[in-house]
């Protein structure tokens, strides 16, 4: 039978553990509602930080190009393979969502993210009027020799890891069959390979849903650009915009998502970025889109059939956007010393923001280890 003291202690732990709880909660709630950006900013980057001795966690102006260009470089330990990614767009930068998606990466790889020529940071830098006449897809696959130029002597790098998405994918498909010898290997994601028949299958995909779900809207406006991307007719940008309209209404870009809303609001949240740059972020996009995008959909590369370095492909099933299938066909047809076809069943043209635990475990599957074979690695 329980004394009387022993009911009372019993009493006072309760109360003692639900004023703790109620306490907490408080906490937990307020800690739930950050009252600002800065606030909100300040968080991811705590909960980021990168504390051990031999990591990087840097921020800061390149000179490349004979122009300031912004870089963010990120790992845990500085004797890891450098693995350089080059965003989409042109214009759509990656570095101020790469809170969300990169940060186990940078357990096995020195991860840089760079705001190419007229993109995020970089266009804020310079004078736009100056940019103009340079922005040339030909100027930006120079950026990019010398950036990994950069890179490979910052670091003490014989070779890095080249990793191109969409956009990206042209300046580093150009660029692989230029200095393969600069790479571990290049990875491919969102791989431009034919971009005129990627844009009319991504039209027939658009199309076929539009009947299937009986949309008479996006038929009706998808019948005003009969030819669309055909042979011998000049890509125009608006017919362009209205393609990826629907497209990415069904899916075809974003396979959770219809279009890059919650992408674009996670933007907002990035540590790299003041308020006044979050402001113009979008600014660099329209920028590059107006002088890149249009020639940058008429690339085909089907004629290279050979790079003389490691290449992996991360394919996203439902990727319309930039054509999945059609760059799988390009890639069976491919020569190279070693390659590497990754399936990511549950994305479009985002893979590392639909399925983020996949890419990261195909990134230290597949890419890693070729470094590791060359000495290139930090001892796990």
Not at 11 to 38: D, E, F, H
Not at 347 to 365: D, I, N, Q, Y
């Amino acid at each position: 039978m329980r004394s009387d003291w022993q009911n009372k202690a019993t009493s006072w732990i309760v109360a003692a553990a639900l004023g703790l709880s109620a306490v907490t909660n408080a906490a937990a709630q307020q800690a739930a509602k950050p009252a600002s950006r800065a606030e909100a900013t300040r968080l991811i980057a705590d909960l980021r930080r990168i504390v051990t001795p031999e990591g990087v966690e840097r921020a800061e102006k390149v000179k490349i190009g004979g122009i300031e260009q912004w870089v963010s470089i990120r790992g845990v330990d500085k004797r890891n393979p450098v693995l350089l990614m080059l965003h989409g767009g042109p214009g759509f930068v990656e570095m101020p969502y790469s809170w969300y998606f990169q940060r186990g990466w940078e357990d096995y790889f020195t991860v840089v993210q760079w705001d190419q020529r007229g993109a995020g940071k970089t266009y804020l830098l310079n004078d736009p009027a100056q940019l103009e006449p340079t922005m040339t897809r030909e100027r930006m696959v120079e950026d990019t020799e010398e950036m990994v130029a950069w890179l490979r002597k910052e670091f003490g790098k014989d070779k890095i890891f080249l990793l191109g998405h969409s956009w990206g994918s042209v300046l580093g498909l150009e660029f692989a069959q230029r200095r393969p010898q600069w790479l571990h290997a290049y990875i491919g994601m969102g791989q431009v390979t034919n971009s005129p028949e990627s844009e009319r299958r991504g039209l027939q995909f658009a199309l076929e849903r539009a009947k299937r779900d009986g949309n008479a809207e996006a038929l009706r406006e998808l019948a005003t650009i009969e030819g669309y991307a055909q042979p011998g007719k000049p890509l125009a940008a608006k017919d362009l915009y209205l393609q990826r309209k629907w497209l990415g209404h069904y899916g075809g870009a974003l396979r959770s998502l219809q279009g890059y809303d919650t992408v674009s609001a996670a933007v907002a949240l990035a540590p790299e970025y003041s308020d006044a740059e979050i402001a113009r972020i979008w600014e660099g996009n329209e920028f590059s889109e107006k002088r890149l995008l249009v020639e940058a959909m008429q690339r085909d590369y089907s004629s290279v059939q050979r790079l003389d370095c490691p290449v992996i492909l991360f394919n996203g099933r439902d990727d319309y956007n930039v054509s999945s299938e059609l760059a799988a066909e390009w890639f069976g047809r491919l020569q190279a010393p070693s390659k590497q076809l990754v399936w990511f069943e549950r994305s479009a043209h985002v893979m590392f923001t639909e399925e983020p635990g996949k890419t990261l475990v195909s990134l230290v599957r597949y890419a890693r280890p070729i470094a590791e074979r060359a000495g290139d690695a930090a001892p796990e």
